[in-house]
């Protein structure tokens, strides 16, 4: 062998050692960083994003939740795109905005096919054991159907390895939830139960050894406001001050199709005065005391079955809640208070995010790629979300420029409204239109004021920014209705949110607010 072919050899040789080295160190490391992680979803229904000590609430007590956010990260701007509950729980699980997957009340199902694109159906197809309890909130058929009430034979409860769910708004009273019933012995309210039922499901998951994802979705604070005895005396003598925005007179200039609306016309009753506004308050902070003790129970629970160093846990909600904002109470509307939500995420495996804050413009439609991405398992092409596991590392990132909130759910045809939210403004648009109401526009400066008291639509100053909302909306608009599903009336419903066609020349999804205020279809929310 001459020279340059022996030192050729040799160096080759060196270059397969080096790499057989680094093989037989990276090797275990890698497993260890490649283990698939456990994940923890909670879901709470209805709380709206500053009932949490974390988010600056003086008043309420959540120690859990402020140490989960102390150890992980809190997010200070997240929405529910469509704040209600069966369409805003669809697009969790999907990834999507409503128009796409075309599930809310009044509207209909989801198709199966679009739920195979869920995250606990991908995740169990790559090999997670998936767990479900508590409200599941939308009907599953073969097809999209206008039937949009749940029944057993309309959940997928084939698509989970353990069951824990309920049909509909289910009950307070453990006993009354088929599933859960053998907790309510000892668990007598279902928040607490709940949590229970996470922990039998966690110890098995960790006694098998596979990776999990578990799904618990509490009924709480939802109306009606029943609270678990154990959390009773809480607030006793506590005077809770009200929103800077609340009341009619904060509503003075609110369109008159948000007036026509049930969230005005009914909603808003339960806060109208101090005695009331104090006495449902009180019932809906101890309600989410009772979501935080439950997340007690499932943290105490993940760390007795040695896998609490390996679980992202991620709480939120399906949508806010309007406690007398603007002289309004419920949700539906992109105000802040019924579109905006707590989020939570703690990943124990990055050391670095730990007691961060994050201002992203983040939303539901980001929780399916997010847990996916935690997984490892990618994400559709079908999803609207992205993944916000990034900003654990880097919060300071923007994630999105605009997002887009809606409103189908078609009580009336005058609360149909659409809205752009952006980092710095808010614009909305109240399409409906007839002989005595012409549609509405509202322009808030988000970052000067948030509680949205001053209407700047017709401010000279603020002209260019409605030029540039306008277009924000019209190219999201365009986006929607061209993804949209073609089914439950979704292609009219976003044609009729086009600005450019006159009110006259629409089709309606909804009867305009001619029916009593009381009434309410088939499916309501309430």
Same mark, same amino acid.
């Given at each position: 062998?001459?020279?340059?072919?022996?030192?050729? +050899?040799?160096?080759?040789? &060196?270059?397969?050692?080096?790499?057989? @080295?680094?093989?037989?160190?990276?090797?275990?490391?890698?497993?260890?960083? *490649?283990?698939?992680?456990?994940?923890?979803?909670?879901?709470?229904?209805? &709380?709206?994003?500053?009932?949490?000590?974390?988010?600056?609430?003086?008043?309420?007590? =959540?120690?859990?939740?402020?140490?989960?956010?102390?150890?992980?990260?809190?997010?200070?701007?997240?929405?529910?795109?469509?704040?209600?509950?069966?369409?805003?729980?669809? @697009?969790?699980?999907?990834?999507?905005?409503? *128009?796409?997957?075309?599930?809310?009340?009044?509207?209909?199902?989801?198709?199966?096919?679009?739920?195979?694109?869920?995250?606990?159906?991908?995740?169990?197809?790559?090999?997670?054991?998936?767990?479900?309890?508590?409200?599941?909130?939308?009907?599953?058929?073969?097809?999209? =159907?206008?039937?949009?009430?749940?029944?057993?034979?309309? &959940?997928?409860?084939?698509?989970?390895?353990?069951?824990?769910?309920?049909?509909?708004?289910?009950?307070?009273?453990? /006993?009354?939830?088929?599933?859960?019933?053998?907790?309510?012995?000892?668990?007598?309210?279902?928040?607490?139960?709940?949590?229970?039922?996470?922990?039998?499901?966690?110890?098995?998951?960790?006694? +098998?050894?596979?990776?999990?994802?578990? /799904?618990?979705?509490?009924? +709480?604070?939802?109306?009606?406001? %029943?609270?678990?005895?154990?959390?009773?005396?809480?607030?006793?003598?506590?005077?809770?001050?009200?929103?800077?925005?609340?009341?009619?007179?904060?509503?003075?200039?609110?369109?008159?199709?948000?007036?026509? /609306?049930?969230?005005?016309?009914?909603?808003?009753?339960?806060?109208?005065?101090?005695?009331?506004?104090?006495?449902?308050?009180?019932?809906?902070?101890?309600?989410?005391?009772?979501?935080?003790?439950?997340?007690?129970?499932?943290?105490?629970?993940?760390?007795? @079955?040695?896998?609490?160093?390996? %679980?992202?846990?991620?709480?939120? *909600?399906?949508?806010?809640?309007?406690?007398?904002?603007?002289?309004?109470?419920?949700?539906?509307?992109?105000?802040?208070?019924?579109?905006?939500?707590?989020?939570?995420?703690?990943?124990?495996?990055?050391?670095?995010?730990?007691?961060?804050?994050?201002?992203?413009?983040?939303?539901?439609?980001?929780?399916?790629?997010?847990?996916?991405?935690?997984?490892?398992?990618?994400? &559709?092409?079908?999803?609207?979300?992205?993944?916000?596991?990034?900003?654990?590392?880097?919060?300071?990132?923007?994630?999105?420029? =605009?997002?887009?909130?809606?409103?189908?759910?078609?009580? *009336?045809?005058?609360?149909?409204?659409? /809205?752009?939210?952006?980092?710095?403004?808010?614009?909305?648009?109240?399409?409906?239109?007839?002989?005595?109401?012409?549609? +509405?526009?509202?322009?808030?400066?988000?970052?000067?004021?948030?509680?949205?008291?001053?209407?700047?639509?017709?401010?000279?100053?603020?002209?260019?920014?409605?030029?540039?909302?306008?277009?924000?909306?019209?190219?999201?608009?365009?986006?929607?209705?061209?993804?949209?599903?073609?089914?439950?009336?979704?292609?009219?419903?976003?044609?009729?949110?086009?600005?450019?066609?006159?009110? @006259?020349?629409?089709?309606?999804?909804?009867?305009?607010? =001619?029916?009593?205020?009381?009434?309410?279809?088939?499916?309501?929310?309430?």
């Amino acid at each position: 062998m001459d020279t340059r072919r022996y030192l050729w +050899a040799c160096r080759l040789i &060196q270059v397969l050692l080096a790499i057989a @080295s680094l093989v037989c160190v990276a090797g275990p490391l890698a497993a260890a960083v *490649s283990k698939p992680p456990n994940i923890v979803f909670l879901l709470a229904d209805d &709380q709206r994003f500053d009932a949490l000590g974390c988010m600056g609430n003086r008043k309420i007590q =959540t120690p859990n939740l402020d140490r989960l956010a102390a150890e992980g990260v809190l997010f200070r701007r997240h929405y529910d795109t469509s704040p209600i509950c069966m369409a805003s729980r669809a @697009s969790i699980m999907t990834g999507q905005y409503e *128009s796409r997957h075309g599930c809310n009340f009044d509207r209909g199902s989801m198709g199966g096919e679009t739920f195979t694109s869920s995250y606990p159906a991908l995740l169990r197809k790559a090999g997670y054991r998936v767990g479900f309890a508590g409200k599941f909130g939308f009907a599953v058929t073969p097809r999209p =159907t206008p039937v949009s009430l749940e029944a057993e034979d309309r &959940q997928p409860i084939d698509q989970f390895d353990w069951w824990g769910g309920w049909v509909g708004q289910g009950f307070y009273d453990t /006993s009354k939830n088929p599933h859960l019933e053998k907790y309510a012995a000892q668990y007598p309210h279902v928040s607490r139960a709940l949590g229970a039922a996470a922990c039998d499901f966690i110890r098995e998951s960790a006694a +098998a050894g596979k990776p999990f994802c578990l /799904s618990i979705s509490f009924k +709480a604070p939802h109306h009606p406001y %029943t609270p678990d005895p154990h959390d009773l005396d809480l607030y006793r003598g506590v005077t809770f001050s009200k929103p800077g925005n609340w009341g009619r007179d904060r509503g003075a200039d609110l369109p008159e199709q948000a007036r026509r /609306s049930r969230m005005y016309q009914n909603e808003f009753r339960e806060w109208s005065d101090d005695q009331r506004f104090q006495k449902n308050l009180t019932l809906y902070y101890q309600l989410v005391n009772g979501n935080d003790a439950a997340v007690g129970m499932i943290r105490e629970e993940l760390a007795r @079955s040695g896998v609490a160093d390996n %679980t992202v846990v991620i709480y939120t *909600s399906d949508n806010g809640w309007m406690c007398g904002d603007h002289g309004l109470g419920g949700k539906v509307f992109p105000y802040e208070g019924a579109s905006r939500a707590p989020l939570i995420i703690r990943d124990p495996r990055r050391k670095a995010a730990v007691g961060k804050v994050c201002g992203a413009l983040t939303a539901n439609i980001d929780m399916a790629p997010t847990i996916l991405a935690f997984a490892g398992v990618p994400a &559709q092409w079908s999803m609207d979300g992205v993944s916000l596991v990034g900003l654990l590392d880097q919060p300071d990132r923007p994630v999105r420029d =605009t997002l887009l909130l809606m409103n189908a759910w078609p009580w *009336s045809a005058e609360q149909l409204v659409m /809205s752009v939210v952006t980092p710095e403004w808010k614009y909305i648009y109240w399409f409906y239109g007839d002989e005595t109401v012409e549609p +509405a526009e509202e322009l808030y400066d988000m970052q000067h004021d948030p509680l949205e008291l001053r209407n700047q639509v017709e401010a000279p100053e603020q002209a260019d920014v409605l030029r540039q909302m306008r277009a924000a909306y019209d190219r999201l608009h365009t986006r929607a209705r061209a993804s949209c599903i073609q089914a439950n009336q979704y292609p009219a419903f976003l044609d009729s949110a086009d600005r450019t066609v006159r009110w @006259s020349d629409k089709t309606w999804t909804a009867r305009p607010a =001619t029916r009593p205020a009381e009434a309410a279809g088939e499916g309501s929310p309430r």
